[in-house]
């Protein structure tokens, strides 16, 4: 599936990881309107992608100005767009795909959000990203993935456990495999 610019082309070179940004769990139905949040930081791309499996979408934004993707992260991570939370993180393929800094915790429980999970977790380092996945309703699925911007934050994470006040949370390295293109 292309990803679909809003507001003409991209005016970055592709490769410029300072000035994107990727914004998960944002609602099937989300619109450039609705997306329009972004722009109120300053002159920006937005790049669309729907999934219809999950009916949810995912977008891409670029800043003219790397100083607005931190903004942006600080300002409207966990915001709500059409009653779903919204997760800010910035875009860059070859570090979210390093598994030495990302790590999945299981038995989470059902009243845990994405803030409560980022807020859980980052006591012990800076965070990249992190995400609670949901049911089509919403629910949590009692895992989640957190991903910290130095190697150590996470090993000395996965070597340990931690306790909700009712329950024990497992963590791991989270491993993850890219599928071959036929």
Do not use: W
Request: hydrophobic letters at 35%.
């Amino acid at each position: 599936i292309p990803l679909v610019p809003f507001g003409g082309p991209d005016r970055r070179k592709s490769n410029d990881r300072d000035s994107k940004l990727m914004v998960t769990n944002l609602p099937f139905t989300v619109s450039e309107h609705n997306l329009s949040i972004f722009r109120q930081l300053g002159s920006c791309t937005i790049s669309l992608l729907r999934k219809e499996l999950t009916q949810t979408a995912t977008a891409i934004i670029t800043y003219d100005s790397p100083e607005c993707v931190n903004q942006a992260k600080e300002v409207l991570n966990f915001s709500i767009i059409e009653g779903r939370e919204i997760l800010v993180s910035p875009f860059d393929k070859a570090f979210i795909m390093q598994n030495k800094t990302n790590l999945f915790i299981k038995n989470i429980a059902s009243t845990c959000t994405n803030k409560k999970l980022y807020d859980m977790f980052r006591v012990f380092g800076e965070i990249f990203s992190s995400r609670l996945p949901t049911t089509f309703k919403g629910k949590p699925k009692g895992y989640g993935f957190v991903q910290f911007k130095e190697q150590r934050s996470a090993e000395a994470l996965s070597l340990i456990h931690i306790s909700e006040p009712t329950r024990p949370l497992y963590i791991s390295y989270a491993v993850f495999c890219l599928k071959k293109k036929k």
